[in-house]
């Protein structure tokens, strides 16, 4: 048998040159059309945001991606975003990924063919033209991969991961192939690279150790040896097992091991840069990672430790029922066929080499599986490397089989393989496409006859050919007729590119045209949230794009974002104290008259985290508000004008870390001064309250437990185990619990409990709506799509209403919170504009008292809304400026869609169906147009069509609920009940569009 260097003795070729440039000119023609323009709703922006200012990215931390990320974005000279400079830099690492690909499939399969036994393909000759056509091919099969393709249009860390990984796997090959020690050491450097980025990598230690226990057994037993007493049992063992092992020279190539480790380990020590950025960053500072004991909990990942085993069963059985079409989707059957192939000709001819691959593949799917969190389907990427390995190896040899045949037989083998081809994919495309979607659009179309029906005939045309050809083979007397033994293998690939080619461009249409949201809903709310305001929100899309706006476009850093999901960190909270310390407050009176005065001293991050203010200007919602028994009221404050003070808002001084634990000493003082009546005397209207709640607290007692008490709550032991199921449990005899943990729900019928997240939001918008404003997006109007992690048990709204005296007004893509009262006595969509007036912030206050749960009877309808001029326009289309002869069309997106019924297994009662309606009114006022719609069912409203003698200017549009209409239309003429949305849009000419736009825009 040849040895195995001859496999690397053979030269490359020209066509594998050029084919490198090619396929690396089409990856680019692919890929850079369908880069995202911006940020968008996934860890992308969280990582920009990281990259740019030298933060700490969430774990496991990414010091490698951070680094180089941030090198060359800043290196890199063109006037692009530094979101899309990291997709940039994404497509060289997929580039790198696809050539390392194709010269480890060419090497592979250069080997097969000199270990193939000496009649197998013995008509295909020696050339290399098949190992570089697989190679090739393989690579771009990779490129185009939907899992690849999706990570490499945005900012992500798994392009750089799987270049690691093929650079690894190559050097891996490049061993098999040559047997040279030095390799092995070289195949550490991108396993320790990969190692300091992406804590996966670690799956290729495993798999590499079998390789080499296949491989070099003696290594393994000489190192055995080293160790004296601990090792010999073992090293007798496996002399007496393998006699040829005892041949083996212990030192022999001995010190690839502990090199490889150390050359391994170097890269790890970038993870210290971790504890440096904590501690010098303008950015997020995730986990606080202030020294060895928290990089190891940010590092170890231990903060998603539930997602490990955290699942059941059955979800685990869907995930791997799921791992076929995952592949399907990525190589469609064509790639299954040449997967099986190909690994039944890699454990024929290599399997050491098959199985490091094989076992490189089975953990990264196992982790996949066992991870349960929702886009568990990205950790399968690096296992689409060995995938395609074998792919390659599958093609290799189809080649090499079609080119072996003999003379005689190539006409209608030709024809043969033409009809099999053209009738699988008429069957595809009238039957796949329509099952699986995965076919471009424009063959599916009509069902797919149009493009069906020609393959259907061509195929049939070709098989009586072939059928005539097989005939006529035994008769042919001229070699003439012949056909040379490139055809056959020329047909397969052309059958691959009909498919491929096709599925590329179509693929190219549809992750082009995705939606992204992140970048236009930045923009919006930085530009519709004022100044000094609070902004409440949660989920990483929402959160992650505000901090892209505040720390990498420098974009509404005068109002603060607050993740009411992690007000509990203290990391988190760190970093608020940091970034709005109390002497940067906004609406501080001395910043209220000199803006320019905030600019100087605030105007940055960097500029506030200078001031080493101890305290934040904003509450953290964390501390239970002061004991209800020191302020015995229910607040039923009449409807009070606008303007009007709002009672217990008299507080002094602003909040800070201590303010978030103490109430203490001062609670007195507060009943005294700062919880009076709005009129009245004192004692009235202190009896006043006292009656209110007491009546609120009885009714309270009175209701059913509906959620929160389980019969085994009577158990100590039971309530231990299942505190989340007995909060509300002996609540006559816990009257406390009533204030906060379980309220009375207008929803459900009775008393239930409030989740963790909705009691700080609760907290959050008392502690802030009397002296700022305060806006939400995904906080209040969470809606979860999972009923078991639901808190409410279904596939809706995941908490309950605010507490009555609050209400929301839409703002577009934002909610303002407002007390009810302000909006209840207003009459919305009024032949002239009345707009919503929203009391005054009285500023910089103490925290309230507890204030009882009002049950709130009135849905939320909206969630969000946005304009757009075109009638299927979606959240990247949104704008607020038009030209004149603009179009003005509306997208509502609806919150409270059903009724809560617990009787139900889905708890989905009734449908929720308000009357809409919605008026658009000119600059000076006056209502111009009108639409409606019916909650829950329309989405899509056409408000206005524009002139070119329109008026231009501000226009505004309001909507508001005239009340449940069922199933029918709105009535004619029914009066608005409650203002549910107003917001304000351009109409002008391009210069005065963008005259307006710089005004709006925050400075």
């Not at 249009?153 to 490049?174: C, K, N, S």
């Not at 596939?795 to 919170?817: C, H, K, T």
């Amino acid at each position: 048998m040849p040895t195995p260097s001859e496999a690397a003795l053979v030269p490359i070729s020209r066509l594998f040159r050029r084919g490198q440039v090619v396929l690396v000119l089409a990856l680019l023609a692919l890929y850079l059309p369908t880069l995202a323009s911006g940020p968008t709703f996934s860890d992308g922006p969280e990582l920009v945001t990281a990259i740019w200012t030298l933060g700490v990215p969430h774990p496991t931390g990414y010091p490698l991606f951070a680094l180089v990320g941030h090198a060359f974005t800043r290196i890199l000279p063109i006037p692009v975003s530094p979101c899309v400079k990291v997709e940039l830099f994404n497509v060289l690492c997929a580039l790198g990924a696809a050539l390392f690909t194709a010269r480890a499939v060419r090497e592979l399969t250069l080997l097969l063919q000199i270990w193939g036994s000496p009649g197998a393909h013995a008509g295909a000759g020696t050339s290399a033209v098949d190992a570089d056509v697989a190679g090739l091919v393989s690579a771009f099969l990779l490129g185009i991969a939907h899992l690849v393709w999706e990570q490499v249009r945005i900012p992500e860390v798994y392009p750089l991961h799987l270049f690691l990984v093929t650079w690894a796997g190559r050097l891996w090959v490049r061993y098999e192939v040559t047997r040279r020690a030095a390799l092995i050491a070289a195949a550490a450097v991108p396993m320790g690279l990969g190692l300091a980025h992406h804590v996966t990598m670690v799956y290729f230690l495993p798999a590499a150790a079998i390789y080499l226990l296949l491989r070099l057994p003696g290594l393994f037993v000489g190192w055995l040896g080293w160790l004296g007493w601990l090792g010999w049992p073992v090293a007798r063992i496996a002399r007496r097992w393998r006699p040829g092992i005892a041949a083996w020279s212990p030192l022999k190539d001995a010190w690839v091991f502990p090199v490889a480790c150390v050359i391994g380990a170097l890269p790890l020590l970038s993870y210290g840069y971790l504890i440096w950025a904590n501690a010098h960053t303008t950015g997020v500072p995730w986990n606080d990672v202030n020294g060895w004991d928290r990089l190891v909990y940010h590092v170890s990942g231990k903060q998603y430790s539930g997602f490990f085993g955290g699942g059941e069963l059955a979800g685990y059985l869907g995930r791997i029922r799921r791992i076929p079409g995952n592949f399907d989707r990525q190589f469609l059957p064509a790639g299954t066929l040449l997967l099986l192939v190909g690994l039944g000709t890699v454990f024929r001819r290599a399997a050491r080499i098959g199985v490091l691959f094989a076992a490189l593949l089975l953990f990264n799917v196992a982790h996949g599986i066992y991870y349960a969190v929702g886009d568990y389907a990205n950790y399968f990427i690096p296992a689409l490397f060995p995938c395609v390995m074998f792919m390659g190896a599958g093609l290799w040899w189809l080649l090499r089989a079609a080119r072996a045949r003999p003379l005689a037989s190539r006409r209608w083998m030709a024809l043969a393989a033409t009809a099999v081809m053209a009738l699988g994919y008429a069957v595809a495309v009238v039957g796949y496409a329509q099952l699986t979607k995965r076919v471009p659009a424009i063959a599916a179309r009509a069902g797919g006859v149009y493009v069906g029906v020609p393959l259907a005939l061509i195929g049939v045309g070709a098989a009586l050919g072939a059928i005539a050809a097989w005939r006529a083979r035994a008769g042919e007397a001229s070699r003439a007729r012949q056909l040379g033994p490139a055809v056959l293998p020329a047909v397969l690939l052309a059958g691959l590119a009909a498919t491929f080619v096709p599925v590329s461009l179509s693929r190219a249409s549809s992750i082009g045209d995705r939606v992204e949201v992140g970048g236009s809903y930045g923009a919006e709310v930085v530009t519709t949230v004022p100044r000094g305001a609070v902004y409440l929100t949660q989920g990483d899309g929402y959160l992650f794009n505000m901090w892209y706006q505040h720390h990498v476009l420098d974009q509404g850093l005068d109002f603060a974002t607050l993740d009411v999901g992690t007000m509990h960190a203290p990391w988190y909270q760190r970093y608020l104290r940091g970034r709005y310390p109390s002497s940067c407050d906004p609406m501080a009176p001395e910043y209220a008259s000199d803006p320019a005065a905030f600019v100087a001293r605030c105007g940055t991050f960097a500029k506030r985290m200078d001031l080493g203010d101890k305290g934040a200007w904003v509450s953290f919602g964390q501390a239970r508000p002061r004991n209800p028994a020191a302020a015995r009221r229910l607040k039923v404050a009449p409807k009070a004008a606008p303007g009007a003070k709002e009672q217990g808002a008299e507080g002094e001084g602003t909040k800070d870390g201590a303010g978030e634990v103490a109430a203490g000493a001062q609670d007195a003082a507060d009943v005294a001064e700062g919880d009076k009546p709005a009129g009245g005397s004192e004692a009235a209207g202190s009896e006043a309250a006292g009656e209110a709640e007491k009546g609120a607290a009885k009714a309270a007692v009175d209701d059913k437990v509906v959620r929160g008490d389980e019969p085994g709550c009577v158990d100590a032991e039971y309530r231990k185990q299942h505190a989340d199921a007995c909060k509300c449990w002996d609540h006559a005899h816990r009257k406390s619990a009533l204030a906060e943990t379980c309220v009375v729900s207008a929803e459900e019928g009775g008393i239930v409990p409030r989740a963790k997240v909705e009691i700080t939001i609760d907290r959050l918008i008392r502690s802030h709506i009397d002296e700022r404003p305060v806006y939400e997006r995904n906080a209040v109007t969470l809606w979860q799509g999972d009923q078991k992690t639901n808190p409410r048990g279904w596939v809706g709204p995941a908490y309950q209403r605010p507490s009555a005296e609050f209400a929301l007004v839409n703002r577009g893509r934002v909610n303002q919170v407002v007390y009810t009262a302000d909006i209840e006595a207003l009459p919305g969509c009024g032949e002239i504009l009345q707009r919503v007036a929203v009391r005054p912030p009285l500023g910089p206050r103490r925290d309230p008292p507890l204030q009882p749960y009002q049950p709130s009877t009135f849905p939320i309808l909206l969630s969000a809304s946005y304009l757009s001029a075109l009638p299927e326009g979606d959240d990247d289309d949104a704008r607020r400026a038009f030209a004149p002869g603009d179009p003005v069309h509306m997208r509502l997106h609806w919150f409270e869609q059903f009724h809560y019924d617990a009787a139900r297994p889905d708890r989905r009662g009734a449908p929720v169906r308000h009357g809409v309606r919605v008026c658009v009114y000119d600059p000076v006022g006056h209502r111009v147009a009108t639409a409606e719609a019916v909650s829950g069912r329309e989405e899509r409203l056409s408000l206005l069509r524009t002139t070119t003698a329109a008026p231009e200017g501000e226009y505004t549009v309001q909507a508001c609920s005239v009340g449940e209409v069922g199933e029918g239309a709105v009535p004619e003429g029914a009066p608005c009940k409650r203002v549910l949305l107003e917001f304000a849009f351009t109409v002008g000419s391009a210069r005065s569009r963008e005259a307006l736009a710089w005004e709006a825009s925050p400075r």
